[in-house]
C-alpha cells in the first residue's frame, strides 16, 4: 500500500528523466542560476542513453576536417529531412543541425567527454559525420554529466516514478510522484509531491518497450517484434502530459533497427558488425534467393521495410579485409555466435541455406562493381575505402528488426515548449529528446539522437530556468 504524501518540496525546475537530454537541462539551469533537482523512475541513471552506441551526429567539426570530410550545417539539414520524407518540422531540425557543433563542443570542453579519433558513416548521412565516444558506449557521455551534476550539487531521486502533473489554471507547478517505484511491481511507496516555481521539464525518452502503445499507433509492432530498449521506456508520462493537454504529434512513425539480430535479445553486440561494418562494406541477402535487394548505405526505414516484406531474417556478408579496415573489435559479437565466420562461401551459405550459386554470383556482380566504381547496383555508392568480398574468412549475421527508437510524441517549439492541442505554449512546461515529436520526421538518422537530446535539453533548461515563455 502507498502511504499518505511526505512533506512536498520546492525547486525552480524539476527535470523528469536522466538519459542525455535530463542531464543535459539539468546542467544548463542550474548553471544559469536555478534550482534543479532531477526525477528517475529506475534504481539507476541513464535510460537507453547509457545503453546507446554514444555515436554523436556533427557536421562540420575540426575532426571532419582533419579526416578530409566535407560537410556543413546546411547538407546535414537536407539528410534529416530527406530521411523524414519532409515530415520533419523544419525549424527544429535547423536549430539540430545548426547547433551540433556546439553541442559536441560542451560535451568535450565542458565536460571532458571523449570521444575516438575517427568519423563514421551511417545510412541515410551523405557523409560520415558520427563522432563515437570512447568504447562506443553512451555511459561515456552520461558519466561526465553525472559527475557535472555532482560537482552543481544537483540532486537525482531515483525510484521516483512521476504520476500526475500539476497545475495552476493554464500553468504547470509541479509534479506528483511515488518514491520507491518497483519497475516489477509497478508501484512505489509513497506518494510525493514537488513544486517548481519555474517550469517542469519532460526528458523521460520514448515509449520502444510499451507493446500496447506503440502497436495500437502501429499494428505491426506486436509483442512478436523485439525492442532494443530498456523495459522503462513506457508511455506513462507521454499519456499524461497528452490528458494534461498536450499536443502529441507523429506517434505512428516508430523506427527499427535493421542492424538487429533475432538471435540476441534487446540491443546485443551484433549492431557493432552490421552497423558499422556489414552494411557499409558489405552486403545484404534474401536467404531465399542469395540476392541483394537494397541499397545497404539506404537509411533505417527503407533497410527496415524491405528486410520486413522478405518475410524471414535476411543475412549481412562481409569479410576480413573489411573487419580489418573498420578497425572494430566485434569479438564480444564471435564470442556470442552472433556473428560467425566460415573459410568459404559455400560453407556460409549451407549454414544459413542460402543458395550457393546465386550468392556466388551475387557476390561477384557486387565485386564487379566496386572495381569498376559503377553504383548503378540498387543506388550503392562507392566510397573511396570500398573494397571487393574476397578475403576470407568470411563474416555473416542474421538481421532482423527491433523497435528501436520512436520518432513522435509531444509538440515543442523552438525554445523546447510544450504545445497544447489549442496550438499555444504550455507555460512552464517543456521537453527535450526523444520524449518530443517532429525533428526526425518519418525516419531518424543514425547518431542524430544524442545531437537532439544534447541541442534541446541544453535550450529546455535554460528556458525554464528563466522562467520565461
Not at 567527454?113 to 563514421?120: A, L, P
Not at 556489414?278 to 541483394?292: C, E, F, Q
Not at 555508392?381 to 574468412?393: E, G, R
Request: proline share 3%; aromatic share 8%.
Amino acid at each position: 500500500m502507498i502511504s499518505c504524501y511526505a512533506v512536498a518540496m520546492i525547486y525552480d525546475v524539476i527535470v523528469i528523466g536522466s538519459g542525455y537530454a535530463g542531464l543535459a537541462a539539468a546542467i544548463e539551469a542550474r548553471q544559469a542560476g536555478a534550482s534543479v533537482i532531477v526525477l528517475e523512475k529506475m534504481r539507476a541513471a541513464g535510460g537507453n542513453s547509457i545503453i546507446s552506441d554514444g555515436g554523436m551526429a556533427v557536421a562540420g567539426s575540426a575532426l571532419q576536417r582533419r579526416h578530409g570530410i566535407e560537410d556543413s550545417a546546411e547538407l546535414f539539414y537536407r539528410d534529416m529531412m530527406k530521411a523524414g520524407l519532409g515530415l520533419n518540422y523544419p525549424e527544429l531540425v535547423k536549430i539540430v543541425t545548426g547547433h551540433s557543433q556546439e553541442a559536441y563542443s560542451w560535451l568535450t570542453e565542458e565536460l571532458g567527454v571523449e570521444f575516438m579519433d575517427r568519423v563514421d558513416l551511417f545510412g541515410g548521412h551523405s557523409v560520415a559525420r558520427s563522432h563515437g565516444a570512447v568504447r562506443i558506449t553512451g555511459a561515456s557521455i552520461i558519466k561526465p554529466m553525472l559527475k557535472r551534476l555532482e560537482e552543481l550539487e544537483i540532486p537525482i531521486h531515483y525510484g521516483w516514478h512521476v504520476t500526475g502533473l500539476l497545475f495552476d489554471h493554464q500553468r504547470v507547478t509541479g509534479v506528483e510522484a511515488e518514491s520507491g517505484y518497483s519497475f516489477k511491481t509497478k508501484r512505489g511507496d509513497q506518494r510525493q509531491v514537488i513544486h517548481a516555481r519555474n517550469g517542469v521539464i519532460l526528458a523521460g525518452g520514448g515509449f520502444g518497450a510499451d507493446v500496447r502503445f506503440r502497436a495500437a499507433h502501429d499494428p505491426r509492432l506486436n509483442r512478436d517484434i523485439d525492442t532494443t530498449n530498456k523495459v522503462c521506456a513506457t508511455s506513462e508520462l507521454l499519456v499524461e502530459a497528452m490528458k494534461k493537454g498536450a499536443s502529441a504529434i507523429q506517434l505512428s512513425h516508430i523506427q527499427l533497427g535493421p542492424w538487429a539480430s533475432p538471435d540476441e535479445k534487446g540491443f546485443g553486440s551484433g549492431p557493432l558488425f552490421a552497423d558499422y561494418i556489414g552494411l557499409i562494406y558489405g552486403i545484404l541477402v534474401a536467404p531465399d534467393t542469395g540476392s541483394r535487394f537494397i541499397n545497404e548505405h539506404s537509411d533505417r526505414k527503407v533497410l527496415s521495410d524491405a528486410i520486413l516484406a522478405t518475410g524471414a531474417p535476411c543475412i549481412c556478408i562481409s569479410d576480413d579485409a573489411a573487419v580489418k579496415q573498420s578497425g572494430w573489435d566485434i569479438g564480444r559479437a564471435l564470442q556470442k555466435e552472433v556473428v560467425r565466420t566460415f573459410d568459404d562461401l559455400p560453407s556460409l551459405a549451407e549454414f544459413y541455406h542460402v543458395p550457393a550459386d546465386s550468392l556466388s554470383s551475387t557476390v561477384d556482380r557486387f565485386n564487379t562493381s566496386i572495381s569498376d566504381h559503377d553504383s548503378s547496383l540498387y543506388g550503392r555508392s562507392i566510397m573511396a575505402d570500398s573494397l571487393p568480398i574476397q578475403s576470407p574468412p568470411y563474416y555473416a549475421m542474421r538481421v532482423w528488426p527491433k523497435v528501436h527508437y520512436t520518432m513522435g510524441g509531444l509538440q515543442i517549439d523552438s525554445k523546447a515548449r510544450v504545445i497544447s492541442l489549442d496550438q499555444e505554449p504550455m507555460e512552464g512546461l517543456y521537453a527535450a529528446g526523444e520524449m518530443t515529436g517532429g525533428i526526425h520526421g518519418a525516419c531518424r538518422l543514425g547518431s542524430c539522437a544524442v545531437t537532439n537530446c544534447i541541442v534541446f535539453g541544453r535550450i529546455a533548461g535554460a528556458q525554464a530556468a528563466g522562467g520565461g515563455n
